[in-house]
């Protein structure tokens, strides 16, 4: 057996994204947290090892109360964006700097606004009737 390397993964931001590489808007803008590594389970051992190949995909709490009830550190979605029209905007942003800067094409700029369109929905539609009229 090898010297034992040391396990190094991307510097992140507050939302737990990495910040190396082009931003999608789905990272620039996020509602949840987005990994392309994770760590081995207990159960099946090597718990000081990767999991190859194998990413995650960890949303944020809608509600400041849910967040806390769940003892999560990140903000949630309500704390982060005062309404659906702010985070779209934001979204919005996004893309037009990627179309911009070459890295996305003006003609996927709807798809990508209807994914992160979607994605609020998903997130925020059991959410209390306040948070769901945004």
């Known amino acids: 057996m090898g010297a034992v390397q040391p396990l190094l993964v991307s510097q992140i931001d507050a939302a737990g994204n990495e910040v190396g590489g082009i931003r999608l808007p789905e990272v620039a803008v996020p509602l949840a947290t987005y990994t392309g590594w994770n760590f081995r389970n207990a159960q099946i051992g090597g718990t000081s090892r990767l999991l190859g190949n194998t990413g995650s995909y960890v949303p944020f ?3 400041q109360a849910e967040r806390e009830a769940r003892r999560d ?4 979605i309500d704390e982060r964006y005062p309404s659906r029209g702010d985070y779209m905007a ?6 037009d700097a990627l179309v911009r800067d ?7 700029v709807d798809t990508a606004l209807n994914r992160a369109s979607e994605h ?4 925020t539609r059991s959410a209390t ?3 769901s009229a945004r």
Do not use: G, I
């Open 61 to 63: 709490a809608r509600t």
């Open 73 to 76: 550190p990140r903000p949630s």
């Open 90 to 95: 934001k979204v919005r942003q996004v893309t």
């Open 102 to 108: 070459r890295y996305m094409l003006a003609e996927d």
């Open 120 to 123: 609020w929905e998903l997130l």
């Open 129 to 131: 009737t306040s948070a």
